[in-house]
């Protein structure tokens, strides 16, 4: 239930404003590819536990101003828009490259729209209480993050790197999911390590890498800026064991389409 909003603090822009009441962590256009003819979704939990279906989640009051609310919501139409064009092939990649794992497919989008989009998902994510996001923080990062957001920092390939990936090619109902970073996992990057939190969305899933500076190989990373989108597509068993091992307590099924 959203709370009561009142003056103070926006989270985002540090100034003394009136904070709406149901600012969403993860966006509610996000959230419709998972909604059935009753408009309901399943949540999981964070201890991987199924919730009764709700209409509306991810959501908490007084973090943000409208302003900063209706900023992140035009990215996040848009990005929305891309992945719904995905997931219906009513969006045509401009070319394929086949890798060890399977292949990389590039699409003709805004990506630094996208990478701010899931950037500032990751940063409400660590300024939420919310219990499904406890195991998203941040640190000290959470500073850079916002401040990265705030200029044109995010836009550098060394940022925050994401990479985006998918599961459409995967005949399982967990393909289907929204599933939140329940653990933080260790990556080597070049010459350091950064912690890695891996979000899943349906059909889609989405890799960050914790670090404002890093330093492994750019590659295969999935948003830099003034190139085309990349997804990386691995094999079925790659991509099974991965689901498995964010969801282990949803049996394998085939999904229906």
Known sequence: MATKAFVNLCKFCDKEKLLIEKSHIIPKCF????????????VIDPERRKRPPVQDF???GNILCRECDNMFGKDEDYTASFFNKYRNDSIIPIGETPNLFGKFIFYNVDTMRIKKCLLSIL????ISNRTEFKHINLGKLELKLKNG???DEFTKE???PVQVGTTKHIDDIKAR???VPNKSIKLKTGSSYAFGHAMLLPD???LFYATSFFTGDTTSLGLKKNQPLLLNYTNQKMTMNFLRGIIKD????PRSF
Do not use: G, H, Y
């Open 123 to 126: 940063w409400r994510m660590s």
């Open 158 to 160: 060394t940022f925050f």
């Open 177 to 179: 999911f929204l599933k």
């Open 31 to 42: 959230q419709k590819p998972l909604k059935n003819e009753k408009n309901e979704m399943t």
């Open 149 to 151: 957001l705030k200029t």
């Open 250 to 253: 949803i049996k394998d099924a």
């Open 204 to 206: 889609i899933v989405i």
């Open 58 to 60: 991810f959501f908490e």
